[in-house]
């Protein structure tokens, strides 16, 4: 597993890898003086572990600038993914419900974002969900999922969240 907790992408998207537990953090933008919060999942790997894959964790995230909250789902390494189009058709389970959703890679960056349409639906079940589940279908491989530990994210989800109504 990754060692420490490092910046992805302009430092708003935060990994916690190797961490055991949900982790919640600030951050300034150098430029815009923007301050963001995050809640971070711990990572974890494929539930099915595939060999030329194996090696690639996830894990989820409540970002917050401004008042705006949005999951994203980050990645160690992206997989080559089954993409007919953008934007990608990914499914998720929040305990026994499961639904499509959309999002989106940007270009080189190791997380999804979900569109914004998604995003008051998947905010809403973070703060509550028990199991967090996220599959993805890739080339030459199938259907892959990652499990997230959910232990310890209400709290961190709700640190976030009050953080962006203020």
Known sequence: MINSLSAVAAGAVL?????????????????????SYQAVSPSVYPSSQVNFQRDIESWVG????GNEP???FGLTKMPTLVMHDDPLIAKVRFDDEVRQIVVRQPT??????????EQDYLVTKMAT???????????NVGSVEYNYVMEGAETSISKTMSNCMA
């Open 70 to 72: 949005r999951v994203f």
């Open 129 to 139: 969900a028990k199991n967090v589940s996220l599959e993805l279908q890739w080339s």
């Open 15 to 35: 990994f916690a890898g190797g961490a055991s537990e949900w982790v919640h953090s600030e951050s300034t933008s150098s430029l815009s003086s923007v301050v």
């Open 62 to 65: 409540v970002t917050c600038r």
């Open 108 to 117: 080189s960056a190791h997380y999804l974002n979900p569109v914004a349409s």
